[in-house]
């Protein structure tokens, strides 16, 4: 993924310094290299290297640099690691146009393949750059950029957003699959980017692109296209930014803008992982004579969560531990066909490394699953995969928590088809359904927010509390706690609902929170919600989290009693739905008590770049 941000000069003049400072503003889209497209002299040329804006403005002298066009791209890597050549942008092979772009092409593997038979030379990595030699393709049968666009709509897919710049027309084009783009408009460039918040500080003016259009930028004006056809003028708006939000893209706090981030970042998580990879994964899971799941903090509650899908649809019971017990416990038990799979957002964790080095020199084979494919854990994996979720800034994790329960969903029902369990159509229709619940939960955040601010005044006051849960939801509750924890420095504990009787409960009384989440299997449904009502009759502050349309919990609404509903899922992809609104009542309950969100104390994230 990266943020894309390209400045066209209305009166010919030099805009590389709008270009560099409006990437200052996309940190929070990426950060792992930066690129940029420049028209110079009539010749195309393309700047890029590994490193934060500043660093490679200072390395490959761009201040130095002129050019009444340009576009800028800063990269976080989900396909190719952090390197010079899988930077963006990416040229054709007549150096015609340059392509920059933000997030992932789902069948980039396919139109790779396509690309090389077709004779033209890839230089890296990346899912972008084949789509600059399809664009020289239809350039070369019919010049018009238009009509190569809308012919490249046809053949990708994912959830992505291409711009192109173009050295003979002079011209930016854009389209994203799925989101919406910006153009800044004033007297003296306009500017286009993925973000309406690197606008402030160019223009108070803006116009909105829709998903799928497609938008011509020239110094001569601003022309958008639906289906190959031009649209109405567009509504000119009033960008209205709060200067202190623009590096947090308009939110007050990371941890809140990456929470709404998350149905997106499900998408790209979808998108980014290829079908080979997927089987390759599968085929190891299966031909595995153990398998162990280690990770550390929230990494380790969605390896939890994996133990149920492995169970339930692989048919193989790995062993979850904390990667810290890992060398001290189980690491005799490795050998040859032992395998462990490895989780670390970073890819940096401590403890998950040095258990890898154990692991591989006693023969096992690692899968290791990262949001950083330039860290070690990616190195030192035999098959790795991109958990995709984006940069994540604040140290709380939350869209990268989401983004991996969804990638350990996805591996193990790749295991699931590969060894006959389900068909190929019950796999496309799991897969759809991850669309689906995405799509549900962008629908329902700003309702699910609002139900969570009014539930938090049950735990303001309270010194402590226990998050409830049970079967595949219970992992959760251990998130829950984490979370909680992290973000609002609010002491809580994840409890088996089996449990709840068998000692917490003393606890349980005025001044004390107790949150429950309902669970997904019906008997444990059932046997939840008297624990509500006890827990309701010892006087304690009670916040209920459940699925849409859970008619049950109607009859159990008390003024000490808040609900949150959570879309509707099946069972596998519920947890996901869940971790959402639990992730903002840590978030505002850590707002409302005046904590500081992003950094707590003594946290640090392993990879902040």
Known sequence: ?????????????????????????????????????????????????????????????????????????????????????????????????????????????????????????????????????????????????????????????????????????????????????????????????????????????????????????????????????????????????????????????????????????????????????????????????????????????????????????????????????????YVENIGPGSLVVAISQSGETGDVLSSLYEAKIRGATILGLTNYIGSRLARLSNVYLPIAAGPELSVPATKTFTSTLLLLYLVSLAASKESGRIDSITYREKMESVKSVASRLSETMTRMDEEVKKAIIHARNCRGGYIVSRGITYPLALEAALKLKEASYFHAEGVEAGEFKHGPFVLVEKGFMTGFIIPVERLAAEATYPLILSAIEAGASTVVFSLEGDEKLSQIQTETVSLIRTPRAERHLAPIAYSIPLQLFAYRLGVDLGRPIDAPRYLTKAVLR
């Open 1 to 329: 993924m990266g943020g894309i941000f390209a400045v066209v000069s209305r009166k010919n003049e030099n805009v590389v310094p709008q270009v560099i400072s409006g990437l200052r503003k996309l940190r929070f889209k990426g950060f792992d290299s930066t690129g940029f497209a420049l028209i110079e002299d009539g010749i195309l040329n393309v700047y890029k290297e590994v490193g934060w804006v500043d660093i490679v403005v200072e390395k490959l002298g761009l201040s130095e640099r002129k050019a009444s066009i340009a576009l800028g791209q800063t990269r976080y890597a989900t396909h190719g690691r952090p390197t010079a050549e899988n930077a963006h942008p990416f040229t054709d092979c007549r150096q015609r146009i340059a392509v920059a772009g933000d997030g992932s092409i789902g069948n980039y593997e396919k139109i790779k393949d396509q690309v090389l038979m077709s004779g033209h030379k890839l230089q890296s990595r990346s899912d972008f750059e084949p789509p600059a030699h399809l664009l020289e393709e239809s350039l070369e049968r019919e010049d018009n950029l238009l009509n190569a666009l809308e012919t490249l709509k046809e053949k990708l897919e994912g959830f992505y957003t291409v711009s192109v710049l173009d050295r003979d027309t002079a011209s930016i084009a854009a389209y994203s699959s799925m989101t919406k783009l910006y153009v800044g408009v004033s007297p003296n460039a306009f500017y286009l980017t993925n973000t309406l918040t690197a606008l402030h500080g160019f223009t108070d003016h803006y116009i909105i692109i829709d998903p799928s259009e497609t938008v011509f930028v020239t110094s001569e004006g601003v022309n958008v296209y639906s289906k190959g056809h031009e649209t109405t003028p567009r509504q000119v708006l009033t960008l209205e930014v709060d200067p202190a939000l623009v590096d947090k893209g308009g939110f007050p706090h990371h941890m809140l803008r990456e929470i709404y981030e998350a149905p997106l970042s499900l998408l790209r998580t979808l998108y980014t992982l290829q079908e080979k990879y997927l089987q390759l994964a599968s085929r190891l899971i299966l031909g595995a004579d153990n398998i162990y799941i280690i990770a550390n903090g929230t990494s380790l509650h969605a390896g939890m969560v994996a133990s149920y899908y492995l169970s339930e649809l692989v048919g193989v019971s790995p062993v979850v531990t904390s990667a810290a017990e890992f060398p001290l416990y």
